[in-house]
């Protein structure tokens, strides 16, 4: 699990691809403040997913310093296929990572074979206490986010080891994420995504509501919606078979 040497700098990743199976290789990109771990194992080391799971810049395993904007993301995780030499992977992204694969569907559609946008919208607006807080109140803030990442059947487990996700990256990183995100507007671009793309949401999540993944169902042809039920924001964690399991069934549908 290398540092790959990338145009952008260094950034740590895992590769779970079994070259047996001959299938597209799918990129995951975790949110604001994450890690390549926000995804469950359930999904990272499926076999047919054929994934690469990435530590952007500034968090987890990736040294910083963290971006300032999705589209500067987006390009790192160019860079990343760059130096693997993949031309083209279907791009999996939750939350903040949603925005970062929407946006390299957009602007370089032919690196792009596919999406999976889990909990994530075309448009990403921030609570002003967020990012009044993050730089001031660090701790009182990513006590807030904690309150709205899960909903009340989450476990003790799951808030615990978001919240040194959080604080394991700087302010200045995590601020960086916040902002980009509530910059992050694509809603008059979603005709122009033109690759299958499967939308996961939850009833339960309270940064990206549900209405948000029914938004890029309407506007993304052709596109499939799966709705989670009970799940908060981070899905993925709160419900991680249920998440694996429709990726699962999407992939095996399609014409790659």
């Known amino acids: 699990m290398p540092l790959a040497q990338?145009?952008?700098?260094?950034?740590?990743?895992?590769?779970?691809?079994?070259p047996t199976l001959h299938r597209p290789t799918a990129i995951l990109i975790h949110g604001a403040g994450g890690t390549h771990l926000d995804?469950?194992?359930?999904?990272?080391?499926?076999?047919?997913?054929?994934?690469?799971?990435?530590d952007l810049p500034g968090h987890g395993r990736s040294p910083g310093p963290g971006r300032q904007s999705v589209a500067a993301y987006a390009d790192d995780v160019f860079a990343l296929m760059d130096?693997?030499?993949?031309?083209?992977?279907?791009?999996?992204?939750h939350s903040m990572g949603g925005a970062i694969a929407l946006t390299m569907a957009l602007s370089m559609p032919e690196r792009a074979r596919g999406l999976v946008l889990v909990g994530t919208g075309a448009k990403l607006a921030v609570h002003p206490d967020i990012l009044n807080g993050i730089l001031t109140e660090l701790g009182k803030t990513i006590g807030l986010l904690i309150g709205w990442y899960y909903s009340p059947s989450a476990t003790?487990?799951?808030r615990r080891r978001t919240q040194q996700a959080l604080s394991s990256v700087t302010p200045q990183t995590l601020y960086g994420d916040y902002a980009a995100v509530n910059q992050f507007d694509v809603?008059?671009?979603?005709?122009?995504?033109?690759?299958?793309t499967l939308i996961v949401g939850s009833t339960?999540?309270?940064?990206?509501?549900?209405?948000?993944?029914?938004?890029?169902?309407?506007?993304?042809?052709?596109?499939?919606?799966v709705k989670v039920e009970g799940a908060g924001h981070m899905l993925p964690i709160e419900q991680p078979e249920t998440v694996a399991e429709a990726?699962?069934?999407?992939?095996?549908?399609?014409?790659w």
């Open 187 to 196: 809603r008059d671009q979603l005709n122009h995504v033109q690759v299958p």
């Open 83 to 93: 130096s693997l030499k993949i031309g083209r992977a279907i791009l999996g992204g």
């Open 204 to 225: 339960a999540d309270q940064l990206t509501p549900f209405k948000f993944s029914e938004y890029l169902h309407e506007h993304i042809a052709g596109s499939q919606l």
């Open 6 to 18: 990338t145009r952008n700098g260094p950034i740590w990743y895992a590769d779970h691809r079994d």
């Open 39 to 54: 995804w469950p194992a359930e999904l990272r080391r499926m076999p047919e997913a054929s994934a690469i799971v990435v």
């Open 247 to 255: 990726v699962l069934k999407w992939l095996l549908v399609q014409a």
């Open 156 to 158: 003790e487990q799951m």
